[in-house]
Protein backbone atom coordinates (compact mmCIF):
# COMPACT_ATOMS: atom_id res chain seq x y z
CA UNK A 1 0.00 0.00 0.00
CA UNK A 2 1.57 3.52 -1.10
CA UNK A 3 -0.34 6.86 0.40
CA UNK A 4 0.52 9.60 -1.63
CA UNK A 5 0.28 13.48 -0.48
CA UNK A 6 0.54 16.55 -2.96
CA UNK A 7 1.95 20.02 -2.02
CA UNK A 8 3.23 22.95 -3.42
CA UNK A 9 0.32 24.27 -5.52
CA UNK A 10 -0.90 27.79 -5.72
CA UNK A 11 -1.77 31.16 -7.34
CA UNK A 12 0.82 32.58 -9.37
CA UNK A 13 1.16 35.20 -12.47
CA UNK A 14 1.82 34.06 -15.64
CA UNK A 15 5.69 33.26 -16.42
CA UNK A 16 6.09 32.26 -13.04
CA UNK A 17 7.56 29.06 -11.56
CA UNK A 18 6.13 26.39 -9.02
CA UNK A 19 7.61 22.94 -7.75
CA UNK A 20 5.02 20.56 -7.07
CA UNK A 21 6.19 17.71 -4.40
CA UNK A 22 4.25 14.17 -4.34
CA UNK A 23 5.63 12.35 -1.35
CA UNK A 24 4.88 9.06 -0.36
CA UNK A 25 4.64 6.79 2.30
CA UNK A 26 4.99 3.01 1.86
CA UNK A 27 7.70 0.75 1.39
CA UNK A 28 7.45 -0.37 -2.17
CA UNK A 29 7.53 3.46 -3.28
CA UNK A 30 10.94 3.16 -4.93
CA UNK A 31 9.90 0.50 -7.11
CA UNK A 32 7.34 2.42 -8.63
CA UNK A 33 7.29 4.65 -11.87
CA UNK A 34 5.75 7.84 -10.66
CA UNK A 35 3.32 9.73 -12.80
CA UNK A 36 2.03 13.49 -12.77
CA UNK A 37 -1.63 14.06 -14.10
CA UNK A 38 -3.84 17.36 -14.24
CA UNK A 39 -7.52 18.14 -14.21
CA UNK A 40 -8.95 21.29 -15.30
CA UNK A 41 -12.32 22.39 -14.40
CA UNK A 42 -14.90 20.88 -17.59
CA UNK A 43 -11.83 19.04 -18.98
CA UNK A 44 -10.83 15.50 -18.75
CA UNK A 45 -7.73 14.22 -16.85
CA UNK A 46 -4.62 14.86 -18.73
CA UNK A 47 -1.09 13.09 -18.41
CA UNK A 48 1.74 15.81 -17.65
CA UNK A 49 5.25 13.87 -16.73
CA UNK A 50 6.39 10.33 -15.77
CA UNK A 51 9.30 8.84 -14.33
CA UNK A 52 11.10 5.47 -14.03
CA UNK A 53 10.94 3.94 -10.83
CA UNK A 54 15.15 4.77 -10.89
CA UNK A 55 14.88 8.07 -12.06
CA UNK A 56 16.85 7.36 -15.19
CA UNK A 57 14.29 8.07 -17.74
CA UNK A 58 11.41 10.73 -17.85
CA UNK A 59 9.17 11.80 -20.29
CA UNK A 60 6.60 14.27 -20.84
CA UNK A 61 3.15 15.50 -22.58
CA UNK A 62 3.53 17.85 -25.56
CA UNK A 63 2.79 21.08 -23.42
CA UNK A 64 5.20 20.05 -20.79
CA UNK A 65 8.18 19.98 -22.82
CA UNK A 66 10.57 22.08 -21.89
CA UNK A 67 8.96 24.32 -19.35
CA UNK A 68 8.60 21.49 -16.63
CA UNK A 69 11.11 18.51 -15.00
CA UNK A 70 9.78 15.74 -13.21
CA UNK A 71 12.56 14.26 -10.93
CA UNK A 72 12.81 12.33 -7.65
CA UNK A 73 14.56 11.29 -4.61
CA UNK A 74 14.23 7.91 -3.37
CA UNK A 75 15.84 8.38 -0.10
CA UNK A 76 12.91 10.91 0.37
CA UNK A 77 9.92 8.91 -1.17
CA UNK A 78 9.65 12.35 -2.46
CA UNK A 79 8.66 13.11 -6.47
CA UNK A 80 8.85 16.69 -7.98
CA UNK A 81 7.69 18.65 -10.86
CA UNK A 82 9.53 21.84 -11.14
CA UNK A 83 6.87 23.80 -13.39
CA UNK A 84 8.39 26.80 -15.13
CA UNK A 85 7.25 29.88 -17.79
CA UNK A 86 3.79 28.99 -16.68
CA UNK A 87 0.55 29.90 -18.47
CA UNK A 88 -3.23 30.35 -18.02
CA UNK A 89 -3.85 27.14 -19.02
CA UNK A 90 -1.91 25.28 -16.81
CA UNK A 91 -4.40 26.00 -14.16
CA UNK A 92 -5.63 22.75 -12.79
CA UNK A 93 -5.53 20.21 -9.91
CA UNK A 94 -2.27 18.14 -10.29
CA UNK A 95 -2.28 14.40 -9.07
CA UNK A 96 0.42 12.21 -8.63
CA UNK A 97 -0.15 8.21 -9.44
CA UNK A 98 1.84 4.98 -8.90
CA UNK A 99 2.02 1.81 -8.51
CA UNK A 100 0.28 -1.16 -10.82
CA UNK A 101 -2.35 -0.66 -12.75
CA UNK A 102 -5.57 -2.24 -11.83
CA UNK A 103 -8.76 -3.92 -13.72
CA UNK A 104 -9.64 -0.01 -14.87
CA UNK A 105 -6.53 0.12 -16.83
CA UNK A 106 -5.63 2.97 -13.96
CA UNK A 107 -3.10 3.72 -11.45
CA UNK A 108 -3.66 1.67 -8.11
CA UNK A 109 -2.49 4.58 -5.98
CA UNK A 110 -3.42 8.54 -6.36
CA UNK A 111 -2.98 11.62 -3.68
CA UNK A 112 -5.70 14.31 -3.67
CA UNK A 113 -4.04 16.18 -5.89
CA UNK A 114 -2.49 20.22 -5.41
CA UNK A 115 -4.53 23.09 -6.94
CA UNK A 116 -2.86 25.55 -9.45
CA UNK A 117 -3.47 28.18 -10.45
CA UNK A 118 -2.21 30.61 -12.98
CA UNK A 119 -2.90 34.24 -13.64
CA UNK A 120 -2.98 36.07 -16.82
Known amino acids: QVQLVESGGGLVQAGGSLRLSCAAS????????VNWFRQAPGKEREFVAH????????SYADFAKGRFTISRDNAKSTVYLQMNSLKPDDTALYYCATGPRVSTGDYAYWGQGTQVTVSS
Open 26 to 33: GRTFSSYD
Open 51 to 58: ITWSGFIS
